[in-house]
């Protein structure tokens, strides 16, 4: 579906369970098409050598716009009601499938859209299900039953699926949908429906949406894999001929209906934190645009995003730069939004600097370099796509492919691409740009947005007030665009001393080395050739914010500003551009009880990615702008969270399972705006004073011992500060609150269980909670029809040396109580229910798993610092490869008595709020 890209929508994800890191790559594949005489098209695409997998779609191109209007949410219930029976299999695909060993959204799934409903499979035993999977397709979509008993229990499930999309994140999502496409069926078919609708709706309207729109000319396959063509034509033919052929009705109806109009949205949640003003045209180029019209909008959109980009943001008002977004808003509509976040207040200044800078573009255009550069850019890109056939493995095909399939996209390999856009770029002149983007600015559908957060009151200006501005704001005197000089790349501060490696162990069996440094840390390199030709560097310290002497809201807001920031003295944007020409990453992330830098480079360029690292923690500096951007986003937060219900109920949550109140909770926005960096900067420091480990993973590296020496060895270290640590108290407490904006009931619930940590307890208890999971959901979904979804998690934590679970479920409210009920029985039960079948399997699974992160070097490289934090050397590395023969049905039965410790269990159920005391938007 098209669909604008800052327009969060109703997806499912289907996850194939094959995947195998490291697999090999393969070559654009063969592509045949075919058609059945009454309509029914099918596109199969052979891969050998992949060991049978395959993946298989079927789309009935039908979702929630074709839905009359008397017949809201059908199209979403008629897809959960094909899996519930059928004239060949009364008691359903699903049943089916299932009794073959197919497990719901592992080896089958479906989704309904705007436009279509999605079918997508992944049999367990690869090619050797594709005659299944025929069978259950076709009777789903030909011979489904849709009877009232049936939609009866369905509807259940249907409802907890509407109550877990609940929230603020979908109640902005139909704001902006009503907003942006305006004028359309959109903003009134949400493929979810509503409650009274998936209440209401009888079997009937269900069986004339699928008479009418479930035809064979309007149904597409897809089998991509390592499968026998003619065995696959064959099935095909047998499994969808007898379909009858019908017309399909013509439909009229994707497109907003554009006027020349300016309006004005106001778009807020009690629970939102979008602070933000956006100026967004709407306009359509037509169904047929060519590849040159094309290339011309890519430009246009590229040189317009640098200009506005670069020109010069006032922190103050706005605290970011106006970002330029493009997407489709209808088949052959599109919409162009500049957007701009603001200081909760400051909108108005917000929406003057986006008027002020679309004048300023309309009055002098674009910059000659500028679109220069970009027609550049895109010759090279094209170069490379043409100079090398595309390259990619099963996964990456299926993800490719799948998405041109879906948007009916020609099947065209990137050097084809490539040859076609060399041929053009050159004839694309300045003028064709300039007049893209100026159509774009003057389209005669114009939206202005107004994100407010939170609760705040904000008087916004009408339509005629808006163009009075824009009257305004033509008649000022606006210098020209100025191209911001040259940037000259940084150089970062040379290191004259060095410190020394000291106490080298060599561990031969997994590869690996490691050092004591003069200044107190340790280096250990993994050597493998997974890491190619690329350097990953990860560096843990115990200085997590808990740490004594820092600060919890200052310490963490200094690492997030230093690592956009980079070195003191450097200028907004020279950090970003050094990572991109060194091809350097770095992340800085903070938690309670542990500080991670984690870096990547080239092993070519080893050196810099040291010396980074180096500059980084003893040279940081703070950005005026990123310091701005980091304030107002705190502000945003801030303004949510005073009048938000969540952070009550948050603060609930922390004293139910730590026994006190959160005081750190909230950040104090008025003290941290008025610290000065050098307070930041100090808290940086003596962060970073805490001795650290570096886990390098690399192949070759033969300069590592001087430069770390250089790099590493002189980072100033002091002793490390005691740390406080915040755990969960023990024994049991349940707390009911009244504390939901949505007309459903959250369950939660956490327990632990003192257990020391090894490897092979690790798996078991993984194993343990997976079978949970499946018994949870067996439960509570297919035998209760209680609940839609539920998360459940069970991890040994090896710094706390203990067992620590946690529950998830939404529901109706009157259920909440049985239903955890529920949900204690199964994992009372599981343990004596576990049985040696479902180990094995797991066991099975386990061994695939690992096959695929066998060729994972971020997986190799977290197993290397568990090692470390667990036994002081990589052990860890050579036992996990006996691991699944820890997978026993005796000792998972262990495990599973000790997923939930009643003992140490905590539970809280938000209900919703009284009527009386709902306020707010």
């Known amino acids: 579906m098209k669909q604008m890209k800052w327009v969060v929508v109703f997806l499912s994800v289907f996850t194939s369970s094959w995947g195998i890191a490291g697999e090999k790559l393969s070559g654009f594949p063969r592509i045949i098409e075919g058609q059945l005489a009454n309509g029914f098209s099918y596109t199969l695409v052979p891969m050998e050598g992949y060991q049978h997998r395959v993946d298989i779609r079927l789309s009935v191109d039908a979702g929630s716009l074709d839905q009359q209007a008397n017949e809201p949410a059908v199209a979403h219930m008629v897809e959960h009601m094909v899996f519930r029976g059928s004239r060949q299999y009364p008691q359903g695909g699903a049943s089916l499938l299932q009794s073959h060993g197919w497990q719901r959204a592992r080896q089958y799934n479906a989704m309904t859209n705007y436009e279509r409903t999605l079918f997508m499979m992944s049999p367990p035993d690869g090619s050797a299900g594709i005659p299944l999977a025929m069978k259950a397709l076709s009777q789903m979509t030909g011979a489904a039953s849709i009877t009232d008993a049936d939609l009866q229990s369905e509807r259940r499930i249907i409802m907890e699926e509407w109550r877990g999309q609940l929230g603020v994140a979908s109640r902005m999502n139909q704001q902006r949908v ?27 309207a269900l069986r004339q949406f699928y008479q009418r729109w479930y035809r064979p000319g309007n149904m597409r396959l897809l089998i991509i894999g390592d499968f026998d063509v003619q065995q696959a034509r064959q099935l095909i033919t047998d499994a969808f001929q007898g379909m009858p052929a019908a017309p399909v009705s013509a439909r009229n109806y994707y497109e907003p209906v554009l006027a020349n109009q300016l309006r004005v949205v106001r778009l807020q949640d ?204 033509a008649t000022l005197a606006l210098s020209p665009y100025r191209r911001p000089p040259a940037a000259v790349l940084p150089q970062l501060p040379a290191v004259t001393g060095a410190g020394s490696l000291n106490a080298l162990k060599i561990y031969p069996e997994q590869q690996t080395r490691q050092w004591t440094l003069s200044n107190g840390d340790t280096l250990v390199w993994l050597k493998t050739p997974l ?30 500003m230093i690592k956009q920031s980079g070195p003191a003295g450097w200028r907004t944007g020279d950090f970003g551009r050094w990572k991109k020409e060194h091809s350097v990453s770095l992340l800085i992330t903070q938690q309670p009880d542990e500080l991670l830098i984690d870096s990547v480079g080239t092993a070519r360029d080893l050196e810099n990615l040291l010396a980074i690292n180096h500059q980084i923690q003893v040279n940081a500096g703070i950005d005026p702008q990123v310091r701005g951007e980091s304030m107002m986003q705190l502000l945003r937060q801030q303004a949510t969270r005073e009048q ?31 610290t000065e960096n050098s307070e930041f900067l100090q808290q940086w420091r003596q962060t970073v004073r805490a001795p650290m480990t570096w886990y390098l993973v690399a192949d070759d590296v033969p300069e590592l011992v001087p430069l770390a020496a250089r790099y590493l060895a002189t980072i100033p270290r002091g002793k490390p500060r005691r740390l406080t ?40 208890l993984n194993v343990a909670q997976n079978l949970a999971t499946q018994a949870l959901k067996s439960s509570l979904r297919d035998d209760a029809l209680g609940v839609y979804r539920l998360r459940f998690s069970s991890t040994l934590n090896d710094r706390h040396q203990r067992i620590e679970s946690a529950l998830s479920f939404t529901t109706a409210p009157q259920r909440a109580g049985e239903l955890w009920q529920r949900a204690l029985q199964v994992f009372r039960q599981l343990p004596s229910q576990i049985t040696p079948q479902q180990v094995e399997e797991q066991r099975r699974q386990f061994e695939l798993a690992e096959q695929s992160r066998s060729g994972d070097i971020y997986s190799l490289q977290k197993r290397l610092i568990l090692s470390y934090r667990h036994y002081h050397d990589p052990r860890y590395l050579s036992e996990v490869k006996g691991l699944a023969a820890a997978i026993q049905t005796d000792k998972v039965r262990e495990m599973a008595e000790l997923l939930v410790n009643q003992l140490n269990l905590k539970v809280f159920i938000g209900l919703p709020k009284p009527a009386a005391e709902e306020k707010g938007p």
């Open 178 to 204: 009503a907003a942006l496409r305006e004028g359309s069926r959109y903003p009134s078919r949400p493929p979810i429906g509503d409650e009274k609708s998936i209440q209401d709706t009888g079997a009937g």
């Open 270 to 473: 009690s629970q939102s934190g979008n602070s933000q003003v956006s100026l967004v045209s709407r306009f359509s180029p037509g169904p047929d645009t060519t590849l040159t019209q094309r290339l011309v909008s890519q430009i246009a959109l590229q040189v317009l995003t640098r200009q506005l980009q670069t020109s010069g943001p006032d922190v103050q008002a706005t605290g970011s730069r106006i970002i330029v977004r493009k997407s489709a808003i209808g088949r052959d509509t599109q919409a162009l939004g500049l957007f701009v976040d603001v200081t909760p207040g400051q909108h108005q200044q917000g929406l003057t600097r986006l008027l002020r800078e679309r004048e300023r573009f309309l009055r002098y255009g674009a910059d000659p370099a500028d679109i220069a550069d970009e027609r550049q850019a895109i010759r090279e890109a094209a170069i490379a796509m043409a100079a090398r056939p595309e390259q990619r493995d099963f996964s990456g095909w299926v993800r490719e492919l799948s998405v041109r399939w879906e948007q009916k996209q020609p099947f065209t390999d990137s050097q084809q691409r490539g040859k076609a856009i060399l041929s053009l770029t050159d004839s694309i002149t300045d003028a064709q740009v300039n007049q893209q983007i100026t159509d774009w600015l003057l389209a005669g559908d114009q939206l202005v947005q107004f994100g407010i957060p939170g609760r705040r009151t904000a008087r916004l200006p009408d339509s005629q007030e808006v163009r009075r501005q824009m009257a305004e704001v």
């Open 531 to 560: 890491a190619k030709d690329r350097v990953y560097l990860s560096a843990t310290s115990p200085s997590g914010f808990l740490m004594q002497g820092l600060d919890r809201w200052q310490s963490q807001l200094a690492g997030q």
């Open 644 to 674: 938000s219900d969540n952070g009550d109920r948050e603060l609930q949550i922390y004293r139910l399972r730590y026994g006190l109140p959160d005081t750190g909770a909230a950040a104090d926005t008025g003290r941290l705006s008025r």
């Open 725 to 764: 640590r915040e755990l969960p108290v023990s024994g049991y407490d349940d707390w009911v609150s009244e504390t939901n904006a949505e007309p459903r009931a959250t369950v939660n619930a956490w327990s632990f269980t003192s257990r020391r940590w090894s490897p092979e307890d690790a798996v078991r």
